[in-house]
């Protein structure tokens, strides 16, 4: 029931951008070019950044942070893929790249607890 919602939406919305914040000094931008894109970033604390760019089809992104000052990167091009970022804690820098079209899809799962951290996906043909 829910895919064929989701699918329903996106069959009469197009692209998808829902971001909620909670605390101060948080920043999204999100950008999509092309169709059927969804993309949705929470941002629970202070001075956290969510840069989202996707270019192509049928891209999905996810961001969620608790925490202080954590900094997310997402650039998707081409067809199908999927991104999840969940941060909990503050000072934690994530960049997910991923590239391709029609060849298979790519999906990365990045979850952190604590402060400090660091994660860099890369994922393309």
């Known amino acids: 029931m829910r895919y064929w919602l989701r699918y329903y939406e996106k069959s009469r919305l197009g692209n998808v951008s829902v971001v909620e914040q909670n605390g101060a000094f948080n920043d ?16 629970g604390g202070n001075n956290n950044d969510a840069m ?3 270019n192509g089809n049928y891209l999905e992104s996810t961001i969620l942070a608790t925490g202080n000052h954590n900094t997310h990167n997402v650039a998707q ?10 941060t909990h ?24 607890y604590g402060n400090g951290n660091s994660n860099t996906v890369s994922q393309g043909h």
């Open 52 to 54: 989202v760019a996707q």
């Open 77 to 86: 091009s081409g067809y199908g893929h999927e991104s999840y970022i969940n």
């Open 28 to 43: 999204a931008e999100i950008t999509q070019n092309g169709a059927f894109n969804d993309s949705y970033a929470y941002l």
């Open 89 to 112: 804690g503050s000072f934690n820098d994530h960049t997910v790249t991923q590239s391709g079209a029609f060849w298979g899809s790519h999906n990365s799962s990045i979850v952190t």
